[in-house]
């Protein structure tokens, strides 16, 4: 076989493995949407989000399949998370890239990946078992937004760290000598040059850790009590999309099953919509800044 | 004045650190605490009376079939999808976007999704029945995109250092990938590989409805199997008194986890050693 | 827009005999083919590297191709083995031929046009592998499976670029752990290993050391028997210590052309161009 027809062969084959991924994406579309299409039918689109609250039965008329209340408490959780980790994760960032060298920097970038590592049902057990009789002691039954947000900030701390840390890395390196030659201090240099500089690659990673928080089903699971209501404050429990997908699958079928599948399509949607909007928006900032 | 804000900043972002320490220490120290003494035998032998007490042995067995089926699966691919990418449409802008796009999806998609998802296609679909195999194949797809990008960047360097010399030497793309590429890039690969069985030893959410619950020595990759975070998910919630087992397994997981982690790291340093 | 080099009369009846010479198994010895470049132009996308280009580069000689930065010295050399194929957006347009091959038909074989013509560059650019490996990747894949055949292949083109003695008793060793002179002579050997009939040289002492230097101009003046070589320097008086013929570019509206051809000693001592004689007294490029 003749080199370019080997290397043309090559590549129909390379060719084939890769359009797997993009297949892939169509794939898990198409099943999710096929699953949910006899709860469209069934119980139609509608009362999803019509429906007071969230209480399927084998009699369909009987059965409440609102997900508003969910949809709000899995966007209750993840935003509470974000508040909690975005200062603890810039601040840590700012931490190891500006002040801190040698051994404690390279310690503070190892933890970092090993808590980026951990298994969320890790973390989850420990939120279950420490951080919940803890807030029991606030108010029962500890089992509640603010417990999830917490773990999932524990989660999400990495995710900012990191990406804001590399954020600051891709500044021009001239730059902190330009500023020490013009005699400008070091923390109006990192608050007013280096931040707003660095603020693309930094929004990225609140965004990344958004929908991080928001598609994470252990954690809520476990600490956030699984009661299916509107929640009036940070200590009520809750239960989130993902969870009602984790705490239902295992015994529903038919058109209760259906709803989950199309409850995940919703999830999966929003989740790309807050990445997608993400984007779009830091795109335009960066048109603007140009 | 200056030299005040910048003292506020530091002392701040010093705390923050500190904290974010701290959180990491009290985890790993509950952990540890909790989980009493931790003999050897909890990783020989097998479970009993739900999992509350005995040890993980089939625990471990499944968690590796699920693993090796994974690995198997998207190690190979993810190459091939790297070389695709670097080597043999490196001009094509519309290749790179669409493939690009479809691994940013991926990414991005939830955990309890591609459990949906896997449920769906292996479980039902294609007849696998809640297995190993289902388990595993669902991982796959998982943590495919993050090892392609990391294969990827790898490939891509390795193939932008030496294209011109392996061209002008008369080699073909094939036989610069065979000979020259893929030879370079083993510590590339061996750094994805790491990451890859730590993502799919910690992924619980996408193997709930695919490899599913049972508790039971596998014995082939048709077998339902419960992986380790199954097992602590399982343990914690549905098991009362399976608390300390739980964490038993948490410790045992996270032990592992951290081993890779450095592992990892020790590569990838050698592999950005081998660079400068 | 520029000058034909004068070539020897008796060059032209030579060349059908040369190109039958597919098989690598054979040197060409003293006898080569010679490339010929007519309207030649490169465009990387909207932008033109350098057009109208005209020339017969003679057999057997050292061709310097010298002029200021940005006037597609290299480009053009890329162009020869069509390693701008690599670059997206790349496009040739005119004729170019080596001997009998015409090297800008979509039909010419890569493969065996980049083993005919060699290209040694700027930098050394060994394998990170053994020196052995270096040259045996090479030649396994222009289907020399025998190794021993390999092995003296290697040898006699390490003899040919004198790196033999120094490192015959390492060649189990990276090829990295050699000084930069010495990766550079490895490039060279590992090139005429694959017995190339044409050598392109992008500056190959520019990022070498004054000694290592001197023995790479030595070795190329020690190739002109057997081989054409067409090298790009900057070093004006490398290129007057060393080649026979000079190619002079230029660049005009930002695009590279050539001004002046013609033998080396004829254009230093009498450029015909006045820019040629601002350029080689140093005023101006």
Same mark, same amino acid.
């Given at each position: ?290 | ?32 605490? #909790? ?59 519309? @290749? ?15 955990? &309890? ?36 990008? &990391? ?9 932008? #250092? ?13 036989? #610069? ?66 608390? #300390? ?5 948490? @410790? ?6 951290? @081993? ?17 | ?6 070539? +020897? ?105 980049? +083993? ?170």
């Amino acid at each position: 076989m003749s080199a370019s027809l080997k290397d043309s062969f090559a590549k129909t084959l390379l060719g084939f493995a890769s359009s797997l991924s993009v297949l892939v994406i169509f794939f898990i579309f198409y099943f999710l949407l096929k699953e949910s299409s006899l709860a469209l039918s069934q119980i139609g689109g509608s009362r999803f989000f019509s429906d007071s609250t969230w209480a399927p039965e084998l009699n369909l008329a009987e059965g409440q399949f609102g997900l508003l209340e969910m949809i709000v408490a899995t966007v209750a959780v993840a935003t509470l998370a974000l508040f909690i980790a975005a200062p603890i994760g810039w601040f840590t960032a700012v931490y190891i890239h500006f002040f801190c060298k040698g051994a404690f920097r390279i310690f503070l970038h190892r933890v970092t990946e090993i808590v980026a590592g951990l298994p969320s049902v890790v973390l989850g057990l420990w939120g279950l078992v420490v951080l919940v009789p803890v807030l029991l002691n606030l108010r029962a039954p500890g089992l509640s937004v603010l417990a999830g947000a917490i773990v999932l900030a524990i989660m999400i701390i990495p995710t900012i760290v990191v990406s804001t840390v590399s954020a600051y890395q891709n500044l021009n390196s001239e730059l902190t000598l330009t500023s020490k030659g013009l005699g400008i201090g070091k923390a109006r240099f990192i608050l007013e040059i280096a931040t707003p500089l660095a603020s693309r690659g930094i929004s990225t990673g609140f965004v990344l850790a958004l929908a991080r928080a928001m598609g994470e089903t252990m954690v809520v699971v476990m600490v956030c009590g699984n009661v299916v209501q509107m929640p009036e404050s940070m200590l009520d429990p809750v239960r989130t999309l993902t969870g009602n997908i984790a705490l239902e699958m295992g015994y529903a079928y038919g058109s209760h099953q259906s709803a989950l599948f199309l409850s995940g399509f919703l999830l999966l949607l929003s989740v790309l919509t807050v990445f997608i909007a993400g984007r779009l928006f830091l795109k335009t900032q960066e048109e603007q800044f140009r | 004045m200056s030299f005040r804000s910048e003292n506020i900043l530091k002392g701040l972002s010093f705390i923050s650190a500190l904290f974010f320490c701290g959180i990491f220490f009290l985890i790993l120290s509950t952990l540890i605490y #909790q989980s009493g003494a931790l003999s050897f035998e909890f990783l020989t032998t097998v479970s009993s009376e739900a999992g509350r007490a005995g040890g993980i042995l089939e625990v471990i067995n499944s968690s590796f079939l699920i693993l090796a089926i994974c690995l198997g699966v998207s190690v190979p691919l993810s190459i091939a999808t790297a070389v695709f990418l670097a080597v043999f449409s490196e001009k094509n802008p519309l @290749v790179h976007n669409v493939i690009s796009t479809a691994l940013d999806t991926l990414a991005a998609t939830p955990s &309890i999704v591609f459990g949906l998802f896997g449920y769906s296609f292996f479980v039902i679909y294609l007849g696998f029945g809640f297995s190993i195999l289902a388990g595993g194949l669902t991982l796959a797809f998982m943590v495919l995109p993050f090892l392609i990008r &990391i294969f990827e960047e790898g490939i891509s360097e390795n193939y932008r #250092q030496f294209k011109l010399a392996g061209a002008s030497l008369g080699l073909s793309r094939t036989a #610069q990938v065979r000979r020259i590429i893929l030879p370079l890039s083993t510590n590339t690969i061996s750094a994805g590989l790491v990451l890859g069985i730590g993502r799919a030893l910690s992924e619980t959410a996408a193997l709930l409805f695919t490899s599913g619950y049972l508790l039971r020595m596998p014995e082939s990759v048709m077998d339902s199997g419960r992986s380790m975070s199954v097992h602590i998910f399982d343990l914690a919630m549905n098991v009362p008194g399976g608390n #300390q087992n739980a964490y038993r397994t948490a @410790v045992v997981l996270v032990i592992a986890l951290i @081993v890779i982690n450095l592992t990892s790291t020790f590569l990838t340093r050698r592999v950005l050693g081998a660079k400068t | 827009m520029s000058g034909q080099l004068r070539l +020897r009369k008796d060059f032209s009846n030579n060349e059908s005999s040369l190109t039958k010479v597919s098989d690598c198994s054979e040197r060409p010895g003293s006898v080569c083919a010679s490339l010929k470049a007519k309207n030649l132009s490169l465009h990387y996308g909207d932008f033109k590297a350098y057009d109208n280009v005209n020339i017969e580069i003679e057999p057997c000689k050292i061709t310097a191709l010298v002029g200021p930065s940005g006037c597609g010295k290299t480009s053009f050399l890329n162009s020869v083995n069509r390693l701008v194929d690599l670059i997206p957006g790349s496009k040739l347009r005119g004729e170019l031929s080596f001997g009998n091959t015409d090297i800008l038909s979509p039909s010419c074989d890569l493969i065996e046009l980049r +083993r005919k013509i060699g290209m040694v560059f700027q930098r050394p650019a060994p394998f990170p592998f053994s020196i052995k490996k270096n040259f045996h990747i090479p030649l396994k894949e222009h289907g020399i499976s025998k190794s021993s055949v390999r092995d003296e292949r290697m040898e006699q083109s390490l003899k040919d670029v004198g790196l033999w003695d120094e490192v015959k008793n390492r060649l189990k060793q990276s090829a990295c752990n050699l000084s930069g002179g010495q990766q550079q002579r490895l490039c060279i050997a590992r090139t005429l290993s694959l017995k190339p009939e044409l050598l392109l040289m992008d500056e190959p002492c520019s990022a070498l050391d004054p000694v290592s230097s001197e023995k790479i101009e030595q070795l190329i003046l020690s190739l002109r028997d057997n081989y054409t070589v067409l090298m790009v320097t900057h070093n004006l008086a490398q290129a007057k210590r060393i080649s026979d013929n000079l190619l002079v570019c230029w660049v005009k509206d930002g695009t590279g052309c050539l001004i002046e051809t013609g033998k080396t000693s004829e254009i230093f001592f009498a450029p015909a161009e006045k820019l040629t004689k601002e350029y080689l007294q140093g005023v101006r490029g």
